[in-house]
């Protein structure tokens, strides 16, 4: 029997973004210990940094990246730097800022890569955060208890996420109104129709998926 993959999902708006970012904001303002300059985790981390730097009255905004690989490409699964800090933050009131902590595993390589730099302080802040996360980072607007664990669709990684998920609906060929229910029923998301067809026009000319008669499924 073909095992059908199921796991809790929300699509996020900018207008959470916006809000959340505020939250946190709010919460750096209240600590007193303002940034002299604002470091977005890449790529999650690059929208909420920028709107950090807007809120908080920042000039300097940088970036780290670190990709967390998969098992394929890295046996032990274990998240990676690789863009480093390419300025100097010495004597810098530092604020590192990513969308997430659900490991905690790039807050914590990130931290670790900045420390070496001599920052004056380090401070790290992100949107949500995942109680199972290793780390918990100075500042966070929500927390998602580990039992309420989501795949969170960020606005700016929306396309990217529905074509990793809409193959998983694909078990069997399906219609595109198939495909939709197929994505509230595993995912719990309403993706609209011209959403999924698009998503389907980018599979296609990907080679991810074919047509089957009228309906669609994997390659
Ligand atoms: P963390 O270090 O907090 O565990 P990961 O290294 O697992 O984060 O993943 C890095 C990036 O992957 C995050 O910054 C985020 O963009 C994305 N990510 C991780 N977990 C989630 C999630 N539950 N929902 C949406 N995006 C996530």
Known sequence: ???????????????????????????????????????GLTRGGWVPARLMCDILGVKKLYAVKTEHWGVTANPDGKALLTQELNASIEDEEVLLVDDITDTGESMTIATAHLLKMRPKGLKTATLLHITRSRMEPDFHSVKVPEDKWTWFIFPWNVNEDLRTLLPKTLYEAKSVSEIKKAFREQFHITVPEDVVRITLKDLLAAGTVKRAGRKWART
């Open 1 to 39: 029997m073909t095992d059908i993959e199921s796991f809790r999902c929300k699509l996020v708006t900018y207008d959470e973004i916006v809000k959340w970012t505020g939250d946190v904001a709010k919460q750096i303002r209240a600590c007193d210990c303002k940034p002299t300059v604002v470091i």
